[in-house]
């Protein structure tokens, strides 16, 4: 109906009767209303009132939608960048919330009574756990890497440079030496090669993408050379033809002509992969590449390690040192939040037997959320699933037992897959796409996955007390109406 007809564009004060309680703040809610009714308003069409609030409530849900939320994960991917990483245990997350609500001596010496350092005990358990001369910690990875190229890249070197290269040298160093098999990108928007060019280096690009040589690094060397980096293809695997010089005869090369070699490692796995369970492969461990004489070191905070977003940097003092020193270091540091978690987490890799470095002493209890769930064996899984499968009989959704694999995931060992149980839901009318549909609309979502024409919950990376929550949520797929 146009303008002229009987229909009018509703008050937004009657919409928002009509609509009635929902579960966002008024104000988002009247933004909404204002916005579609508007949007009528410069149209054609008047459609109907029904039509409008239909229309109105679409909105909200959608922007409901978007508000961080729990959600159950049934996909098996223990690291997931779209469900946030890592999730955190209770005794950090403790931690982090007494820190949290209360004062706190960030910055505070309490022996001294005046300024403290910021992250001083967090330094010494990093720097501790990777075997390093010291550690430090920004807000992520791709900060850390930026960090690292902006300080050498174009810079003054501050101690190594011998007699030779100060004074009468003018030459800039500002070149990255890089293999072209680890220019990669990295999820959305972590391109390697673009991050070393915004952080201004200039790329010496060696090898091919399949082979590099110890030799293709010692010609890329020349004044102009700021670093060798080597980065951990940590989301891709290569096989067949396939050649790289071992991380210990970059770092003699490097150390032969004094130029600083930095490996970005990804994930900073703290434990051995292959022994947390069997079917995984070995992921780099910092300890091993400070081992092998890499300078300096940085890898993510809530991958593998299992901690908060963070970016880790360790290696020799001196260069922790003067990239603490840098302005942009400021911008790049973590808050009292993610500085607590991220000390609790270190604390527990120090104290746990379970998920302490060999290197390091005795311990105590709580574990590490992520090497828990590689560690669940498939009875305790397959215990899990025959009680949810028998709470389920009779409720129109047939649900079995069945076989899944387990990835890491977050980009970390691409290859490597754990077998695990699953959930297989089937329904004599609804399709496996409608049913992950209303799994996933409901308040709390549950995300599975449909492979070879069947829905899966991995319950791998299902917390166990989610289980009731599972139960619930897969009876409502039969009650619940069209969405
Ligand atoms: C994940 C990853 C990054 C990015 O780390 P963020 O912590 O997400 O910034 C960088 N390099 C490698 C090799 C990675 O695997």
Redesign the pocket.
């Known amino acids: 109906m146009n303008r002229s007809g009987l229909r009018s564009v509703p008050s937004v004060d009657r919409v928002l009767r009509e609509l009635g309680v929902t579960e966002l703040p008024r104000p988002l809610i009247v933004r909404i209303v204002r916005r579609e009714i508007d949007a009528l308003r410069k149209g054609e069409e008047i459609p109907a009132p029904a039509q409008v609030l239909s229309r109105i409530r679409k909105a909200v849900q959608a922007l409901a939608s978007l508000r961080i939320q729990p959600l159950i994960n049934g996909t098996g991917i223990l690291v997931h960048t779209n469900f946030g990483r890592a999730p955190l245990g209770p005794l950090v997350v403790e931690r982090l919330s007494t820190i949290a609500s209360s004062y706190n001596n960030l910055e505070y010496g309490a022996v001294s009574g005046g300024r403290g350092s910021r992250a001083g005990y967090l330094e010494e358990g990093l720097a501790v756990l990777c075997n390093s001369e010291a550690a430090t910690v920004v807000n992520?990875?791709?900060?850390?890497?930026v960090l690292i190229v902006r300080h050498l890249c174009g810079s003054a070197r501050p101690s190594d440079a011998g007699p030779s290269h100060s004074g009468s040298d003018k030459t800039v160093r500002d070149e990255v030496i890089i293999s072209r098999g680890e220019l990669?990108q990295?999820?959305g928007g972590?391109r390697?090669p673009e991050i070393l060019e915004s952080s201004g280096a200039r790329l010496r690009e060696i090898g091919t993408t399949n082979k590099t040589s110890l030799d293709d690094y010692d010609r890329a060397i020349s004044p102009r050379t700021a670093m060798i980096l080597k980065?951990?293809?940590?989301?891709f695997f290569m096989d067949g033809f396939v050649e790289s010089p071992r991380t210990s005869e970059i770092a003699t090369l490097s150390r032969r002509y004094k130029v600083p070699f930095i490996e970005?490692?990804?994930?900073g796995a703290m434990v051995e992969t292959e022994r947390v369970a069997q079917e995984l492969e070995h992921e780099p461990i910092p300890r091993e590449a400070l081992g092998h004489g890499v300078d300096l070191i940085c890898?993510?905070?809530?991958?593998l390690l299992g901690g908060p977003?963070?970016?880790v940097i360790a290696g020799k003092a001196k260069w922790v040192a003067a990239l603490k020193r840098e302005p942009l270091f400021r911008a790049l540091r973590c808050d009292k939040l993610v500085l607590s978690a991220l000390e609790a987490t270190v604390d527990l890799y120090l104290t746990e037997s379970k998920v302490r470095p060999s290197h390091v002493g005795a311990g105590g209890s709580e574990s590490i959320r992520v090497i828990e769930m590689m560690r669940l064996t498939n009875e305790e899984l397959l215990e899990r699933a025959q009680a949810i499968v028998s709470a389920l009989r009779d409720t129109g959704v047939t649900t079995v037992v069945g076989e899944g694999h387990s990835q890491i995931g977050?980009?970390?060992l691409p290859r490597s897959e754990i077998l695990s149980v699953t959930l297989d839901l089937s329904h004599p009318t609804l399709k496996p796409q409608e049913i992950a549909e209303r799994l996933r609309t409901r308040a709390i979502p549950v995300v599975g996955y449909v492979s070879r024409g069947t829905f899966k919950i991995d319950l791998r990376t299902v917390f166990r007390p989610q289980d009731e929550e599972l139960v619930k949520a897969i009876c409502e797929v039969c009650n619940r109406g069209v969405v």
């Open positions: 992520n990875n791709a900060a850390a890497l990669i990295i999820g972590f390697v980065v951990h293809r940590s989301n970005d490692l990804g994930s890898f993510s905070g809530d991958k977003q963070a970016g977050g980009g970390t």
